[in-house]
């Protein structure tokens, strides 16, 4: 029997903002989320006007919630509402902290509600002198820092459409997805840190511009205010804001306006721009706030990530529950191990949020938290990739015991989640607690049929719902959109990952569908091998692919070793024993191999996909969204793969 790891008190429930809306819309029975959840996707337009009204957006709501189309995307939420994304966000008017910042270098920045505000209304009076319109779009590549915050509220003030990278990108993975979109305005920055290491960004800039002919106006600002800016042919961020007039006109736009621009991985293709709309963004972040994540104003939010991963958005969302938000950036393990965790004590912080990969780190080096006071953590959030079972309980025995341990998922397609936790439902190893209120997320077999409990099959999700992508920018007959969602299950949205259902109404993310393996016909989640592969005391990493093999597929492992330790024929033994006992035969690799380093994105997701191209002699076209691109040099031309 799976016993849950931790079980949310009777008092936890009845105080949190979940029980409070379930009083709010007159619902009994309101301790059983999968009761609720079942109520919220019968009731779609009931639940999403009254949850407006709950997390009090400010706009004309408008009389109709939802205008429904044939075509699964083509259904409009609140279609004739307008308002203005960022006047939700600054509505708060406060001295306290809105934003705190901390660089890997010990340097440390705040900024109250009052001054966010003010800075936003300075930088959107800018804009506009620049001639930009509502609908053009601003590119950013920039740092994780407070000012890359402003510049995105002010372009959403004015209509504008914002989209970022961070500054480890290079040149080309920059033009790859900058380009396509025609930015007017670039805003960067001097420099960042990673690693102990202090980075250039601007002797990047000049190549980019070469390649992006539609930017006419470089803003660039100082990661340190204090240093002096020495610019030539750009504009000074921090002069044009300090002498800009304040525009406190919010104007009120469509619901689903254009807000942000945000990309694919494209680690096999150029990447497809993801274009979102303000309403749809606004009121799924803040129903996963408040809801799944039970925050409340005056709270602490932290998320480690980078300008280029779609939590930066989610984490900037969070700033519409009145909570303030905190920043990193740098390296997650320098200059020492602790150093987020001990942000977290230090800044007193609520929700902590990290990718799966970052809390295997810690467990693989067995950190203790004990020496920590994290007694103000409540929730920690994870996602990026399937959190492991060992994982799971490694949070609990090392980290924190009574906290709320949230593995999510979802992705950059809807700037948010499918399936997440919640404060109703217990945690058990391994599972996602539940699917996110109000969006009707099912597992089909392939056949399209609903799965049964502990049956693995397709992610879909079978009605519209606020947080779909307005459009892919460039897509204009809707053709790429079409065939990213809707090609496997006729009028289904089919999200691409491979999951299983559990009798405990959680989920279990088993791979993505399109890396799954398929020895002799039998379908096998990446995830699966990879849980069993990293709980092996001499393993520190795996990365799993198929290889066409003799009119078949052979599972083929690769993985890094602790200490770099040789993997010899007995250490093979165990591996392959392990996973034949805990999974099948079917999942035992044919072939094991040791190498230098496994090939991830540079938000931290290991490139299944082009690690398979390349073993099964495929052209590998775009490393740019690599963050270590050398590393894929090893896998080709393997001789052990030529047997």
Not at 19 to 47: A, G, Q, R, V
Not at 69 to 76: L, V
Not at 304 to 323: C, K
Request: with cysteine; hydrophobic share 35%; proline share 3%.
């Amino acid at each position: 029997m799976n016993i849950p790891l931790w079980k949310p008190t009777d008092q936890k429930k009845e105080e949190s903002l979940l029980k409070d809306f379930s009083k709010f819309i007159n619902l009994k029975n309101s301790n059983d989320f999968k009761y609720l959840w079942k109520w919220s996707i019968e009731n779609p337009e009931t639940f999403w006007s009254k949850f407006w009204d709950y997390s009090k957006i400010i706009g004309d709501k408008g009389k109709e919630v939802i205008l429904k189309d044939k075509i699964f995307n083509k259904t409009k939420f609140f279609p004739d509402s307008k308002l203005n994304y960022s006047e939700n966000i600054l509505k708060k008017k406060s001295d306290l902290n809105a934003i705190g910042f901390l660089s890997e270098s010990g340097f440390e920045e705040n900024i109250t509600w009052n001054d966010l505000y003010k800075k936003v209304c300075q930088l959107s009076a800018y804009l506009k002198t620049l001639s930009l319109k509502k609908g053009d779009r601003v590119a950013a590549y920039v740092p994780n820092k407070i000012e890359s915050v402003i510049s995105f509220l002010a372009c959403a003030k004015n209509g504008m459409i914002w989209s970022s990278c961070s500054p480890d990108f290079g040149v080309q993975g920059v033009v790859d997805r900058f380009k396509q979109i025609k930015p007017k305005v670039l805003i960067t920055s001097n420099y960042y840190f990673y690693n102990g290491k202090k980075i250039d960004i601007l002797e990047k800039v000049n190549k980019v511009l070469e390649e992006i002919p539609s930017i006419n106006k470089v803003l660039v600002f100082s990661y340190n205010k204090k240093e002096k800016l020495d610019l030539e042919g750009f504009i000074n961020f921090h002069e044009v804001l300090n002498q800009s007039e304040l525009d406190e006109t919010f104007e009120r736009f469509e619901f689903n306006h254009p807000i942000y621009i945000l990309y694919s991985s494209g680690t096999t293709g150029k990447p497809k721009c993801i274009t979102h709309g303000a309403g749809n963004v606004l009121i799924e972040h803040n129903k996963e706030f408040m809801l799944h994540c039970d925050i409340r104003e005056n709270e602490k939010l932290f998320y480690y990530t980078t300008t280029g991963w779609m939590m930066w958005n989610w984490l900037v969302g969070g700033l519409a529950t009145g909570s303030t938000i905190y920043l990193f950036d740098g390296a997650p393990v320098y200059p020492k191990i602790d150093i987020l965790l001990e942000y977290c004590q230090n800044k007193k912080i609520n929700l902590f949020g990290v990718s799966a990969k970052y809390i295997d780190y810690l467990k693989n080096e067995n950190f203790n938290a004990k020496d920590l006071d994290l007694s103000s953590v409540k929730i920690i959030t994870s996602t990026g990739s399937p959190l492991a079972e060992e994982s799971f309980e490694y949070v609990y025995k090392n980290l924190k015991k009574e906290v709320h341990l949230a593995s999510i998922a979802g992705g950059t397609d809807l700037v948010g989640c499918l399936v997440l936790g919640n404060l109703f439902s217990n945690v058990y190893k391994g599972e996602i607690q539940g699917q996110s209120l109000a969006i009707d997320v099912d597992v089909f077999t392939d056949n399209g049929k609903s799965t049964k409990d502990n049956e693995k099959g397709e992610l879909v999700v079978k009605k519209p719902f606020p947080s779909m992508p307005v459009k892919f920018w460039g897509d204009d007959d809707g053709k790429k959109y079409h065939k990213a969602y809707f090609t496997r299950f006729k009028n289904i949205w089919h999200h691409g990952d491979f999951i299983e259902r559990t009798s405990n109404n959680g989920f279990i993310v088993r791979g993505r569908s399109d890396a799954t393996l398929n020895p002799g016909g039998v379908r096998i989640g990446t995830a699966e091998i990879y849980q069993q592969v990293e709980n092996i005391n001499f393993i520190n990493e795996g990365l799993v692919v198929g290889q066409d093999y003799k009119d078949d597929v052979r599972v083929v492992l690769f993985v890094t070793t602790k200490n770099n330790e040789d993997l010899d024929d007995e250490k093979i033994k165990i591996i392959k024993a392990k996973i034949r006992k805990n999974c099948s035969p079917k999942h035992v690799p044919a072939i094991i191999i040791k190498v230098p380093e496994i090939p991830r994105t540079k938000s931290g997701k290991i490139v299944e996909l082009a690690v398979r191209k390349l073993i099964n002699g495929e052209e590998l076209n775009n490393k740019e969204a690599i963050a270590n691109p050398e590393s894929l040099d090893f896998f080709k031309n393997l001789t052990q793969l030529k047997i």
